[in-house]
């Protein structure tokens, strides 16, 4: 099993930026992938980011504003988020499918098996 743990998380004011973290095995994210999610108050959690090998992918909600990477020797993926707006604040999830999926499935919240905690995102002045 893997067990995708967030970090990064906090208060940030509009226009500000923040890097989270999601420490996973460097197997993983090469050969399986791993996304980002979030979910606000009331709404479904919706696709944000995702990484697989050299294939990334972005929500156009963050698409210009957000760089998915990786860091193998940490076995960590990072979600940098810059231009920060309080519709960004949520509860950010990174998760990781159980098996290679067709990778436009990984936009997909029902794709992934394995889920971090989450970490809280507040974007306020």
């Known amino acids: 099993q893997v067990h995708p743990v967030e970090s990064g998380g906090g208060l940030v004011q509009p226009g500000g930026s923040l890097r989270l973290s999601c420490a996973a095995s460097?197997?993983?994210?090469?050969?399986?992938?791993v996304g980002w999610f979030r979910q606000a108050p009331g709404k479904e959690r919706e696709f944000v980011a995702a990484?697989?090998?050299?294939?990334?992918g972005y929500a156009d909600s963050v698409k210009g504003r957000a760089t998915i990477s990786r860091d193998n020797a940490k076995d960590t993926i990072y979600l940098q988020i810059n231009s920060l707006q309080p519709e960004d604040t949520a509860v950010y999830y990174c998760?990781?499918?159980?098996?290679?999926?067709?990778?436009?499935?990984?936009?997909?919240?029902?794709?992934?098996?394995?889920w971090g905690q989450g970490t809280q995102v507040t974007v306020s002045s």
């Open positions: 990484i697989r090998g050299g294939s990334l």
């Open positions: 460097g197997r993983t994210f090469n050969s399986i992938g």
């Open positions: 998760a990781v499918p159980a098996g290679r999926k067709v990778w436009s499935s990984m936009w997909v919240a029902t794709s992934y098996e394995y």
